[in-house]
């Protein structure tokens, strides 16, 4: 792991460039530029060379789109344990999220004129499922669960296959849950691609949500514009507070856990407040990784993406925490400091709070979206909601009294702003 010392003068800088490294390099960037326009030029046979490329899946452009059929076999076939577990965060989800969806209004504002808002679900939308060795079961319903609560009429579903063109069978079975019925079997950049600039076999898309590796991410920066973009999320990310109240192998399971997506681009931290935690903690992450089935992929996680940060004020986890504004934030620590760090840290995707809260209940379970920001964008980005597929009209309605209010209010502006039409078109109407 890289050890970062508060107390080092060049401690900002060793912070900004250990987090500026999960950025996307300029081959990234050319290498998705290239497959992008690629995708423009040939349409249906870049995607299905792509699909051959990076996933060994052999398929021809009529092969793009699954059967719903399948669905319901793989729903039938699941486990009877998966299967209520599959049900139970369904529920979890839908009763979180529902408290999110937004409700139209009317009002007057002070000149008498009629204003207000309605929402309307985006009619088209693209979700975005990783597959390959991890199949994000748990994304389906984390994603399509809020397009159907928003009453998105068309949802379209976009997942990696094997070489023989076969999605997991979770993955279906949550797609039968949700009640999706337009998937396609692509996946990576080349699924991007399909959803913004469409296909003969596959119509464009209005948004695209859902998290993804680098490419994936970095597909989704270029298209934006095109067509819409949830965030940027991409590669998983941790951050765990730990004071002297934290027991290290807790701590060690919850960095691994998220190392376990084995990419090799993850981001974990550790921030404690002393030194001991961070030897304890380190000794505790190489007694787990013995037992772990990945814990190859971990090791590369963690020799170059693990942090371990030594602080001795709140202030500083506060800093720290708002400078890299991490996808997941783990308090372990005493009830005393978690009213403050709540308070005041404003850029997490997600809190999970002491001991008992590890990140992966969140990514399965507890309710709120598991597509959240990375990358430093929680400074600018939240966490997946409902009204994330929805869009907001604005309505006004001004009567005859009222635009005589308004005339001079707009008389004003049209002076200042040089535009003595828009201020013709109001005194017109006086």
């Known amino acids: 792991m890289r050890l970062l010392r508060t107390s080092s003068k060049t401690f900002q800088s060793d912070l900004a460039d250990f987090c ?12 998705v530029a290239a497959i992008l326009a690629d995708i423009r030029h040939r349409s249906d046979e870049a995607v299905a060379y792509y699909a051959a490329k990076f996933d060994g899946a052999k398929l021809r452009a009529r092969e793009f789109r ?14 009877p344990a998966n299967r209520k577990a599959m049900e139970a965060a369904h529920e979890n989800i839908v009763a979180f999220n529902k408290k999110t969806l937004p409700a139209d209004w009317t009002g007057k504002n002070k000149q008498g004129a009629e204003v207000g808002e309605v929402f309307h679900p985006i009619r088209r939308v693209g979700l975005y499922v990783p597959g390959g060795q991890v199949p994000l079961v748990s ?47 692509i996946g990576g950049v080349q699924a991007i691609g399909a959803m913004a600039y469409g296909t003969t076999n596959v119509m464009a898309v209005d948004k695209v949500f859902g998290p993804g590796n680098a490419y994936v991410c970095e597909a989704k920066r270029q298209v934006f514009g095109t067509v819409g973009v949830d965030s940027l999320p991409g590669p998983s990310e941790v951050m765990i507070v730990a004071d002297e109240t934290a027991r290290a192998d807790y701590v060690a399971a ?34 787990q990784l013995k037992v772990l089935t ?20 709140l202030a500083q986890i506060v800093e720290i925490a708002n400078y890299v ?40 379970t ?43 209010v707009v008389a004003a502006f049209a002076a200042m702003e040089k535009l003595d039409a828009h201020g013709r078109s109001v005194k017109i109407r006086t």
């Open 366 to 408: 507890a309710g709120p979206s598991h597509v959240l920001p990375t990358g430093r964008t929680g400074r600018f980005f939240s966490g997946l909601r409902v009204t994330d597929f929805m869009r907001r009209t604005s309505i006004v309605k001004y009567g005859p009294a009222a635009v005589k209010k308004g005339n001079e």
């Open 294 to 313: 990945r814990s190859e992929k971990m090791q590369s996680v963690l020799t170059h993406g693990f942090a371990a940060i030594e602080v001795s004020t």
């Open 139 to 185: 994304t389906v319903l984390m994603t399509a669960t809020l397009a159907k609560l928003a009453g998105c009429p068309e949802i379209a579903v976009f997942t990696p296959s094997d070489p023989s063109g076969k999605v997991a069978p979770g993955l279906l079975a949550a797609l039968h849950l949700v009640g999706i019925d337009e998937v396609y079997r």
């Open 254 to 287: 919850d960095l691994l856990a998220q190392a376990e997506h084995g990419s090799g681009r993850e981001k974990v931290y550790l921030v404690a407040t002393s030194q001991k935690i961070i030897d304890d903690v380190a000794a505790e992450v190489q007694a």
């Open 20 to 31: 500026r490294s999960a950025a996307a390099t300029k081959e990234i960037q050319d290498s």
């Open 325 to 364: 504004a991490p996808e997941h934030l783990e308090l372990m620590v005493k009830d005393a400091s978690v009213k403050k760090l709540t308070k005041e840290i404003t850029t997490a995707g997600s809190i999970l709070i002491g001991e008992n809260t590890p990140t992966a209940l969140g990514d399965f």
């Open 66 to 79: 699954m059967k719903s059929s399948d669905f319901e076999t793989a729903f039938k076939a699941l486990a």
